[in-house]
């Protein structure tokens, strides 16, 4: 069955996802979603029987069906080598009665690395499957791990630029040195004096900026996205919820068929709703329990409809979900109601124009028979860390202990003892400061680098070589931008 995507705010046009993936974000600023959803054409006990790659195979060849089968598993090849420290790509750990899925066993230590190990050999093939000639520019906004993901991923690749714009102050000190060192002729890195929204509302403006694209064109350019807008993103993410239910089912923690909840710790919903795509295609899941810290936007939707960014930007142990303007969230949107481009498109008005829109209850239905919502605080994330530690000596990073914390709560609230698997997202080692304090109750001023050996000392857990490599390594870039400024720092850095 051939899938075709349509922009979330006008599903007049189709195109084929090799389009949708050169293109990032659709020309009206919408997002690109699949017209209908494709199902998995093997059983779930084939499916266990089969390694990530093979997984990864039969999810993605669902959704990108204008690939070859040669173009994907060369694609999928690329990706998931030895680049992960684990043979699994994503090992899985049973602690205190919940599965732990590890997706920080990439080159970036964060579960970025799932897509961004990808995105940049399904653009290379996407590229000249549309024959572009020109080359791609990739813009990038990250609340801190996407940035060195995408780095590590297009760094030297030819016919590729990549810039990426990171909130200054607003990112852990290892994730602000793991981009300010990154080498390549083709990258730039550069801070902006605001939060995380003002850096993707800039990106975002950019690529609605007509004027300046033309002026790009003219100059053998065109832009393209690695944020989790881009379907290229998306679906990766969709083949390791596959892989841990079949991961369940081959070591009979479950039968063919049992419901599963996922707890996801949510920012920009991205990660989430790949894992409501995974149920569309057939795989038996029960809630996805989406969890976000104190920004906890997508919470208080849960329990009023109400979509409000107007509050104040909450700067949290957990900065890669510090973030008030889920973009992702906007295809669930769409989908809950009944992908009705003008009523979506209507409704995005209202948030970029008010700050706030509400949706229906039919959408809210639709909504609710999927997802469940909860929220950490800083003071139970750090105790979750610390309980976790105590009784089981694993050791979960701020964002891991975010979904933990809610998962709890949520067991409480429900009694629901389906089996769990809790998405996690980040190593330790990226939030050394945090978790350290969290378990040994010392505000540490020592530097992080010295707070890493201090983490391994205490835990035993060894030091990824993600963090050894960048300890003495140079800083190469230094550029601090104001938010209104980005614009100008793409010209400087293609010479516009
Ligand atoms: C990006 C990120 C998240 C949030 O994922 P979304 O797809 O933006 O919801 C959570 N944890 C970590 C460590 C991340 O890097």
């Known amino acids: 069955m051939e899938i075709l995507y349509k922009s979330t705010r006008d599903n007049s046009k189709k195109v084929t996802a090799s389009y949708a993936i ?23 006990e084939e499916l266990s029987e089969l390694d990530y790659k093979g997984v990864a195979y039969e999810v993605m060849k669902l959704f990108f069906t204008d690939f070859t089968e040669e173009e994907l598993l060369y694609c999928i090849d690329k990706a998931y080598d ?55 520019v990739i813009l990038t906004a990250t609340s801190g791990d996407t940035g060195k993901a995408a780095l590590a991923g297009f760094a030297g690749v030819e016919g590729v630029k990549i810039m990426v714009f990171y909130p200054k102050g607003g990112v852990s000190a290892i994730q602000e040195k793991q981009m300010v060192t990154q080498v390549g002729d ?13 850096a993707q509302t800039g990106v975002k403006n950019i690529f609605a900026d007509k004027e300046f694209n033309d002026l790009l064109n003219k100059s053998g350019y065109r832009f393209s996205s690695a944020n989790s807008i881009n379907i290229g993103r998306l679906i990766p993410q969709v083949v390791y919820y596959a892989y841990s239910y079949a991961n369940l089912l081959k070591n009979g923690k479950i039968e063919e068929g049992d419901l599963i909840n996922f707890v996801v710790p949510t920012g920009n919903f991205g990660n989430i709703l790949a894992g409501y795509f995974a149920k569309c295609i057939g795989i038996p899941i029960n809630k996805l329990i989406c969890a976000s810290n104190e920004n906890k936007v997508l919470y208080d939707f849960f329990e009023s409809s109400v979509y409000d960014r107007n509050r104040d930007f909450i700067l949290t142990t957990s900065p ?62 750090s105790s979750r860390i610390k309980n976790v530690y105590d009784k089981t000596g694993y050791v979960l990073d701020t964002h891991t202990a975010v979904a933990s914390a809610v998962y709890e709560q949520y067991k409480d609230a429900t009694e629901d003892d389906t ?40 835990t035993g857990m060894a030091i990824p070589k993600a963090v050894s490599d960048i300890r003495e390594a140079a800083v190469l870039h230094d550029t601090v931008c104001g938010k209104d400024e980005m614009e100008e720092e793409v010209r400087k850095f293609l010479k516009l």
């Open 320 to 381: 890669s979900m510090d973030i008030l303007i889920s973009s992702n969230f906007e295809r669930l949107i769409y989908l809950s109601c009944g992908c009705d481009s003008n009523k979506n498109k209507e409704l995005m008005k209202e948030l970029s124009e008010k700050g706030s829109y509400k949706a229906s209850e039919e959408m809210k239905k639709f909504i609710d028979e999927s997802f469940v919502g909860g929220f950490a605080s800083e003071k139970s994330v």
């Open 82 to 136: 030895s680049k992960f420290d684990s043979k699994e790509i994503v090992p899985m750990s049973y602690v205190d009665k919940a599965y732990y899925l590890e997706l920080f066993h990439g080159s970036t230590i964060a579960f970025k690395d799932m897509a961004l190990s990808i995105l940049p050999y399904l653009m290379k093939v996407s590229a000249k499957k549309n024959n572009i000639n020109e080359d791609i």
């Open 419 to 458: 089996t769990t698997v809790i998405v996690s997202t980040a190593s330790p080692y990226k939030f050394t400061r945090a978790v350290l304090s969290s378990i040994d109750g010392i505000d540490h001023k020592e530097d992080d680098f010295v707070l890493v050996d201090k983490l391994c000392a205490l």
């Open 22 to 44: 050169t293109k990032g974000i659709a020309e009206d600023g919408g997002l690109f979603v699949p017209e209908k959803f494709p199902s998995l054409d093997i059983s779930l």
């Open 186 to 198: 083709n990258v730039k890195v550069v801070g902006i004096k605001g939060n995380f929204d003002d």
